[in-house]
């Protein structure tokens, strides 16, 4: 099986995709993270998609298909694999079906209005040590400056300028929504509402997925 998650930037994909991750046991495979990775450790590839990624744009789809053809062929992806940021356009949904071609596929948009992506996108904070991710407004450490779990400094990535995001958002519209028809026409998809707490739309993501995955035989029940 493989699960797609996608949605604007601030829907949460990373967020419940650790939670589905965790739950179902699918590695979570988030183009987003390899990128960062790749950049923080200064590779060909990060040199490559830093200046493209600090200005809220779409890294070259050669780039991105070439990670996950490479992750996605690991020992660990073998009984399924979520993504989380990828496919970003019709061309990168082409080229994953090319690259494994018999997987089903379930594809979930978290849908959240645009004005609760800014806020989000705007105030939220990640730890430069463990990565865990926090909101100065919404859900802040108890000390604003550092990590409650690991005591590492808390940073804002590049690309949560206002500016940026909103390049990033009209890069959405532009490119990423156009998967919706695209998959509703494999009839694979499905809308979850976005809003609300981290634990809400989890339980509505993981009812569909209970639902789906016992359907496709890949589970055998959930308690
Ligand atoms: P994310 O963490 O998913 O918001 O991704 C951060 C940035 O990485 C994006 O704004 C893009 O510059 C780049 N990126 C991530 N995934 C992809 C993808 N599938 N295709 C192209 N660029 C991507």
Redesign the pocket.
């Known amino acids: 099986m493989r699960i797609i998650l996608f949605g604007p ?1 601030g829907s949460g ?2 967020t419940q995709g650790e939670l589905v991750e965790k739950k179902y046991g699918l590695p979570r495979i ?4 390899l ?2 990775q790749a950049v923080a450790d200064k590779t060909p590839l990060g040199l490559k ?1 830093e200046a ?2 600090n ?7 050669d ?2 298909e070439d990670l ?1 053809r490479e992750r996605t062929a690991e020992p660990d992806c073998h009984k399924g694999y979520l993504l ?6 019709i061309a ?1 949904a082409r080229s994953l079906e090319a690259m494994d071609p018999k997987r089903p596929e379930i594809v979930i948009e978290i849908d959240v209005g645009l004005d609760i992506l800014v806020k989000r996108l705007e105030s939220r904070r990640i730890c430069v040590g463990c990565g865990a991710v926090y909101n100065n407004k919404l859900q802040p450490s108890k000390n604003e400056e550092r990590c409650d779990s690991c005591g590492s400094p808390l940073h804002q ?1 590049k ?1 949560d300028q206002p500016e940026v995001i909103r390049e ?1 958002m009209r ?1 959405y519209r532009e490119q990423t929504e156009k998967l919706r028809e695209y998959y509703l026409a494999k009839k694979v998809y499905t809308r979850v509402d976005g809003t609300g707490t981290v634990e809400e739309v989890f339980s509505r993501i993981s009812r569909y997925l209970d639902r789906e995955l016992v359907q496709a035989g890949s589970i055998k029940g959930l308690p």
Do not use: E, Y
Not at 55 to 61: A, P
Not at 84 to 89: L, Y
């Open positions: 930037p994909k990373g988030s183009t987003g993270d990128l960062r998609a493209m990624m200005g809220g744009r779409l890294v070259s789809d780039i991105v996950v989380d940021g990828f496919p970003r356009n990168q990535r690309d990033r890069v």
